[in-house]
Each structure stands twice: as C-alpha cells, then as structure tokens.
C-alpha cells in the first residue's frame, strides 16, 4: 500500500484514525498494530509471516538477554539471526551470481538459483530490530515486557516500508506515555500534505524524464541529455525519499509519535561528509552509532579511520541494493569522505561557499547515475557522456525529447525548492518557518489556502496517474 494511493488516503488512513480516536489511550497500540500488520500485509501477503517471525526472535532474545549472565553472547547470536533473514532474502542471489563470475575462468558451472523474492521494507524492519537488542544491551532503553510493544515498534506503519529508520531508545518512551493533541495533529497533517505534494507533483513528474532518458542506450547519449537525465533523476530521488519521510513523520505526529528529522537541504552542503549529515540522517546514524564507532570510529590513526569509512561505506552501498553498482556507489562516496579527512575538507572550508557546493553537486550527482542504472557497464558510459567523452546522438536524442510543460515546471520548483531557494526569499522578506503549529493570522489563512490547494492538486494527479511506488520501496 502506498501513501499516494486512493485506497490508502480515503479509506485506510481514515478508518484507522477514527479506530484510534474511538479505542483511547489503552487500545491504541493494539488498533496501531492490527492496522500496521493489514498495511504490510496488503502488499507482501504471507511474507508478514515472515516479519512476525522476526519479531518474535527479537522479542525473546531480548528477554533472555535482560536476564542472562552473558547478554553479548544473546546479542550476537539475535544479530546474526537477523542478518541472517537479510542475507538470505535479499543477496542470496547476488552472492551466487558474483561466485558464477568468479568460477566461470575455472571453466566451473555457474550456480543456478530461482530469484528470491525480496520482502518489502525487509532491510527496514531489520535495522528496526538491530537498533531494539543494541539499544536495550547498552542499556539505553528497557526492555519491552509487552510483545505488542516489540511488534509496534518494528511494524508501526508510517516508517516500515521506507523509513526513516526510528532507533528504539528513540521512541520506547512513547509507545507508552505519547499524547495525542490537537496541534500536533494539525502539525501532522500539514507535513503528510508537504510531502504527499513533493513525491505526487514533483518526484513523479521528473521521474518521466528520468525514465526516459536512462531508457536510452547509455553509448548513445549527448553530453546535454545525459546531464538533464542526471539532474532529474537527483530531484526524483530527494523529492521522493524526503516526501516519504515527510508523510512518515506527519503520520507519526497524527498518532502521537514524535520521529527524528531524515533530511535537512541536503543539496547545499559544501562536502560530501556535510550531504551525508543531511542526507537519510536516519541511516548515517545507524551506521555511525552501530558499525562506525563500533569499529573505532577515528581513534585508531588515519589508516584505520580510513579503513572504517570504506567499510561503512560499502555496506552502505550493499544495504541500498544487491548490486556491484551499488557497492560502487557506497565507495565513490567513501573514496572523497577519505579525500576531505585527508586535506580536502580543509581547503573546501578556506574556499568560497560556491566551490563547495559545486564540488559537492557534481560529486553527488554524477554518483546517482551509479546508483540509477542496472549495471556499472552502463554506468561507466552514462559517466562518459556526462564528461563529453562520448559523442552521443543529439539529433537522435535531443533534451527537448524528454521535456514538456508539466515536467519542465516540476524539474525547475524542484531545483529551486532542493538548493532552498524558497528559504532565502522567506528570510529576504521577513518570512520564517514555524514548525508545527500553524501560524495565526493573514499568514496562517495564506498557508491554509496554499495546503489546500496542494491537496487538491495532489488528488487530481493522483486520479489521472498509474501505480508509482516509492524508489525506497525496493530497500
């Protein structure tokens, strides 16, 4: 189920808000569960099996773990049972085939695998519940006595399938003393309706572009095309990913919960280290706190620090998807988080601001083409292209081709909105924001009309397009 979609906007959100308000603070968590479980459920099935099963492990473990002389040992092995569950559902295939290709000078058989099906939100619902057995064994958070606690906290709604990836010592807190209240409500709505607008009337309009030009046989693309396909494509992902998280934290905000900020501008950052404080904050944390500094962090001299950064980096890259363009990815972004550590971030801060930044566009933007193809063979000559390396064919792949007036609006709020044009003139003229309560007067009627609009807007998009999944959905 998707949070665009009709059916969740006018029948499941409703009804399951109505339940919430009509059981009171004691069945809230029990209609929260049933409703989160019927979300999964109505997309993945039987696999909600699966999910129940990992939260069932997770809940014993930790029970065991609160009470055992040796909690790591319990730790490791309720860790390794749940990389166990990702590994097996969502890089079994990737394994076999990268053997296959190490095998094939051997003249050895390549291994045959039926595709195993990957469970939607399985790399989610699995970093939920790693984040459960670290927080409780560092004694973070206490361990939830009530298994429906445990199963909400994996399987609450509003971030299972795509994040942001809320940490246990986070929220344990209000599953059990959240209050519900009229402006944190509207404040939820208000952001639900921001980020329905940015995936439905900006993420899915670039999205045509991108599709299109990335559908282009990559030795055939022009230097302009391969950078408009580039560009849309950035745009498509920030708006679709920030939108959900928006929607995610609006939903939360209806239901009483209070998650973490997941993005803030991240295309005006002058590094690559500073996009990645803005960029899925959520999972920069995880793997900080979790594997990053675990790992000794940078307290081990430069050779070790740079060690971590390419480790986290490339399980970054692997947990995004099972592919070597993945991988590729994760090492790019690793590769100059080593060249600023070592000097480049030095310089950067002693530069002016639009060096930073253009250095850090290109860097992220050209690395998104790594993370939008199927293969680094079509990555590698979309690369060529984007540095006038390969002639392409304008005439028969001119930009012009991929735009019309509909995306070319959307492409250009969407720039303007990503390197927070919009804040600039808000400061210019006096404006700031006010997060979460409305504000009152001429400004509070403006932006109610302009919610409005954006709502209404959103639902005829919505009535005239095709089924179009979230990008994260596939994490």
Not at 268 to 280: K, N, T
Request: proline share 4%; charged share 15%; glycine share 8%.
């Amino acid at each position: 189920m998707v949070f665009s979609s009709p059916v969740f906007l006018f029948l499941f959100l409703p009804l399951t808000l109505l339940a919430v308000w009509l059981f009171g603070r004691r069945g809230q968590n029990i209609v929260l569960l049933f409703a989160s479980l019927l979300f999964y459920a109505w997309g993945e099935g039987t696999y909600v099996l699966l999910m129940l099963a990992t939260i069932l492990v997770n809940h014993t473990v930790a029970m065991v773990m609160d009470r055992s002389r040796s909690p790591r040992t319990w730790l490791t092995i309720g860790i390794t049972l749940d990389l166990a569950v990702l590994v097996a559902f969502k890089y079994t295939n990737f394994i076999a085939d990268s053997l296959s290709t190490l095998l094939l000078p051997l003249n050895i058989a390549p291994i045959r695998l039926e595709p195993v099906h990957l469970p939607i939100g399985v790399s989610f619902y699995i970093f939920h519940s790693i984040s459960y057995l670290v927080d409780i064994y560092r004694g973070k958070a206490k361990t939830a006595q009530s298994p429906t606690i445990t199963a909400l906290y994996i399987t609450l709604f509003p971030q299972l399938v795509a994040g942001p990836i809320v940490r246990f010592h986070d929220v344990a807190k209000q599953f059990t003393e959240r209050v519900m209240n009229m402006d944190l409500f509207a404040s939820g709505v208000r952001r639900f309706i921001v980020g329905l607008a940015k995936k439905v009337l900006i993420a899915d309009q670039c999205a045509r572009i991108a599709d299109a030009v990335f559908l282009v046989p990559s030795e055939e693309l022009p230097f302009a095309t391969a950078w408009l396909g580039a560009l849309a494509y950035a745009v498509q992902i920030y708006f679709d990913f920030s939108g959900y998280s928006d929607m995610a934290i609006g939903l939360g905000r209806m239901f009483g919960f209070q998650f973490l900020e997941n993005f803030d501008r991240p295309y005006i950052a002058r590094s690559v280290r500073e996009f990645w404080r803005r960029w899925h904050i959520s999972l920069s944390n995880w793997f900080r706190d979790y594997l990053y500094i675990p790992l000794g962090g940078n307290q081990h001299g430069g050779a070790r620090t740079y060690f971590n950064l390419l480790t986290v980096f490339f399980l970054t890259g692997l947990w995004h998807g099972a592919s070597w363009n993945f991988v590729v990815w994760g090492l790019v972004h690793g590769f100059f988080m080593i060249l600023e550590r070592a000097g480049l971030g030095r310089l950067l801060e002693r530069s002016p601001r639009i060096i930073g930044h253009v250095y850090t566009l290109l860097v992220v933007i050209m690395a998104w083409v790594l993370f939008r193809v199927t293969d680094l063979h079509s990555g590698y000559h979309y690369l060529l292209a984007m540095v006038g390396a390969s002639p392409g064919d304008i005439v028969l792949y001119p930009p012009m081709l991929y735009l019309t007036n509909s995306t070319v609006l959307a492409l250009s709020i969407g720039i303007l909105g990503a390197v927070n044009v919009h804040a600039l003139i808000g400061r210019w003229i006096g404006v700031r924001a006010t997060e979460p309560i409305f504000p009152s007067g001429m400004r509070g009627a403006m932006e109610l009309v302009g919610l409005v609009l954006l709502l209404v807007g959103v639902f005829m998009a919505v009535a005239s397009s095709t089924y179009s999944p979230f990008i994260y959905f596939r994490f």
